[in-house]
């Protein structure tokens, strides 16, 4: 075929292609059938897109309960356990926390036991997932026909949920909570393991949890042999069971009672004839020893009681050091005290650090704080105890000399209490008068530091200033810290740490390797007793003097807003404080006087030992005349003893203080004779502790 173009002279572009008109006998070529429509993929991949959503949401939750809801939880009480605490020699001293039930197991219980409590609480238990649609829906009609809140659509598991994981607030968020661990119980628990948990831990009333612990404390007996209308009752309970206990409405409980038969009855648990021959419940409550809910040595103890049992299902006892004899002792000697308006607190502790009685207060009842740990107040004079032992350290002695006048340190000028300044003086003169310008000096010459670390050689952990006023006792610490201290010097070694439990902790490796205790050294021990026993013999401390050997220091705060005496013998440590918990003033009182006889008081009473007597006074004709010249002509009117003396023809012994208390007693003339303690109580003699070699 010839090319168009050429035919008529016209050249083609190179490269191009010649063009050929179609053939018309050629045959068409097939039609092109067009693509079918594409399909609308955006409403699957909404719906594919939703369940991966839904699957990660399921995920997360399944991560949130598995932290936040662990199966293991729903086993664990839902209140904490009662414990007891005993006294060493085994007396019953407080019980605190709940009644806690043994787990029990629904399979080993009578059939009527369970069907009581599906019947009142859940009827369709067995064929729900944890939420009954219907049982909602019922409960909303009923609680609408009836205007006001009548029953509640929760199944048991839910409750269990509630119990076991939630708070009590009614809040749609912790509804939603509930439902969510409500399924997750259900997907993994048995409905008997569902219901064996929820029993195991309901709340009957009287501060009783659980089922078996419900029916030995109303019934005396285990929850295998319930009966049937023992059974309808305690199901009854759960509904209001502080309003319902049988113990304090017993007619409401067997209301309930009945109810509860009605619904086995319906539910086809009892035919008509079991049913009407049910009987109301009789109680039979289970005796319980009457013990304190709480004292002050309790309510101390009590955390440390918990931390030695470690995680406890049930009722515990654990016994502490308190000895009975010797809390009784303290709290008849603080009675006797005579106390208005102030306060007073007492903690006694063998050296060893096992506190033996402790009283925080004029009454538990009226005000359960607790003056002797958590109270910290100014330890006054007592204070000096670091001091003179920094100075002990330092290498002098209790003859050793100290300016007893004025000084000023800084701009601190101190003054002694009485105005009275005597010149040169021992340190035994000045602890025993408690000058505060010597002891002001002596921190001056030792250096605060040195103060400040032997008072934390001695067990002090509470906040010290770093200024010499510390030497008159300004910085704040517990009655029972103070004690403590003392406690070393009693001992012989430091640290002595008070504790309330029988069984002491373990050391650390620490411990082990350094040792628990530094013993003090002799020199410095022997002249720190020196001057405590100076103290009382011939100082400030006169009123706590005993019949045998005792040592000891007074303390008294500025304006008298505090008085303390802390002392021991015997083997016996013993703190007092009186002030007013409002820290003001106490016009006249003074750590010589009310804390010293307090001290006296329950000394002589703890230890069995006979109180001291005092010095006979010359009568003659005219007693009573003889008796105001003794007191015109008092040698020291600023001492803590005014007047002292016995009447013989008046049969009367007479004490009158500078706070101007008048003591008048009946003399006792019989000889006197000291109790001899039952063996297993009898103490080594009284130089065993103060002045026995240190450990």
């Given at each position: 075929m010839h090319d168009p173009l050429a035919l008529t002279g016209q050249s083609r572009p190179t490269g191009a292609q010649p063009y050929f008109p179609p053939d018309?006998?050629?045959?068409?070529?097939?039609p092109v059938t067009p693509p079918p429509p594409r399909r609308r993929t955006g409403i699957w991949r909404w719906i594919l897109r939703g369940i991966g959503a839904l699957i990660v949401l399921l995920v997360i939750a399944i991560v949130w309960l598995a932290i936040t809801a662990p199966l293991s939880k729903s086993l664990k009480p839902i209140a904490p356990p009662q414990i007891t605490l005993l006294a060493a020699d085994g007396t019953p001293i407080a019980?605190?926390?709940?009644?806690?039930?043994?787990?029990?197991?629904?399979?080993?219980?009578?059939?009527?036991?369970?069907?009581?409590?599906?019947?009142?609480?859940?009827?369709?238990?067995?064929?729900?997932?944890?939420?009954?649609?219907?049982?909602?829906?019922?409960a909303m009609i009923h609680n609408t026909m009836a205007g006001r809140m009548r029953e509640g659509g929760s199944t048991i598991t839910q409750q269990l949920a509630k119990n076991a994981f939630l708070d009590s607030d009614r809040t749609a968020g912790r509804k939603l909570r509930e439902a969510m661990i409500a399924l997750w119980l259900e997907a993994w628990l048995t409905k008997d393991e569902i219901l064996s948990r929820y029993l195991s831990n309901v709340y009957f009333g009287d501060n009783v949890y659980g089922i078996d612990a419900a029916a030995r404390h109303y019934f005396s007996h285990p929850a295998t042999d319930l009966t049937v209308a023992q059974a309808a009752m305690l199901a009854g309970l759960v509904k209001a069971p502080s309003r319902l206990a049988p113990t304090v409405n017993l007619s409401g409980a067997r209301a309930r009672q009945k109810l509860v038969v009605g619904a086995m009855e319906r539910a086809g648990f009892l035919t008509a004839a079991e049913a009407d021959a049910v009987q109301p419940a009789r109680l039979k409550v289970e005796r319980i020893k009457d013990v304190p809910n709480g004292t002050y040595f309790a309510d101390w103890v009590l955390p440390q009681a918990r931390d030695r049992s470690g995680e406890i299902a049930n009722e515990v006892t654990v016994t502490t050091t308190l000895e009975t004899r010797v809390q009784r002792a303290a709290e008849r000697a603080v009675r006797r005290a005579g106390l208005r308006t102030a306060q007073v607190a007492l903690v006694a502790m063998h050296p060893d650090g096992r506190v033996v009685a402790m009283v925080g207060g004029k009454s538990y009842a009226d005000s359960p704080f607790n003056r002797a740990v958590q109270a910290r107040r100014q330890p006054g004079s007592t204070f000096k105890l670091f001091v003179y032992l920094a100075a002990l350290r330092s290498g002098m002695n209790p003859d050793s000399t100290v300016l007893d006048e004025p000084v000023t340190i800084g701009e601190w000028s101190p003054k002694n209490s009485d105005g009275r300044y005597e010149g040169e003086i021992t340190l035994a003169r000045a602890f025993a008068k408690s000058s505060n310008v010597a002891s002001a000096r002596l921190i001056k010459q030792v250096g605060v530091a040195n103060v400040v670390r032997a008072a934390r050689d001695l067990g002090v952990t509470s906040p010290i200033a770093n200024d010499a006023s510390i030497a008159l006792g300004t910085s704040t610490m517990s009655l029972l810290e103070l004690t403590t201290a003392y406690a070393a010097i009693a001992d012989g070694a430091w640290p002595v740490r008070a504790r309330g439990l029988e069984k002491e902790d373990e050391p650390t490796w620490i411990e082990r390797l350094s040792g628990r205790t530094t013993p003090i050294g002799r020199r410095e021990l022997d002249g720190m007793r020196e001057l405590l026993a100076g103290s009382i013999a011939s100082g400030t401390g006169r009123q706590a003097a005993l019949s045998v050997q005792a040592f000891g220091k007074t303390g008294t705060t500025q304006d008298n807003r505090d008085a303390l005496f802390v002392g021991y013998a015997g083997g016996l440590i013993a703190g007092v404080w009186v002030g007013n918990d409002d820290n003001t003033p106490n016009p006249g009182l003074s750590g010589g006087g009310v804390p010293a006889r307090i001290w006296r008081d329950f000394m002589v009473e703890a230890l069995g030992v006979a109180p001291p007597r005092a010095p006979a006074a010359a009568v003659e004709d005219n007693p009573v005349g003889n008796l105001l010249d003794s007191i015109a002509n008092v040698g020291d009117p600023t001492g803590p003893v005014v007047f002292e003396g016995q009447f013989d023809q008046l049969g009367v012994g007479l004490r009158v203080d500078r706070d101007g208390n008048v003591d008048v007693r009946p003399l006792d003339r019989s000889p006197v004779q000291i109790p001899v303690p039952p063996r297993d109580e009898r103490r080594p003699p009284d130089d065993a502790v103060e002045s026995r070699p240190p450990n």
């Open positions: 018309p006998s050629a045959p068409l070529p097939p019980r605190r926390g709940a009644i806690i039930g043994r787990p029990v197991d629904v399979t080993t219980l009578p059939r009527h036991v369970p069907q009581a409590f599906t019947a009142i609480e859940d009827r369709r238990f067995y064929r729900h997932w944890g939420i009954d649609p219907w049982g909602i829906t019922r």
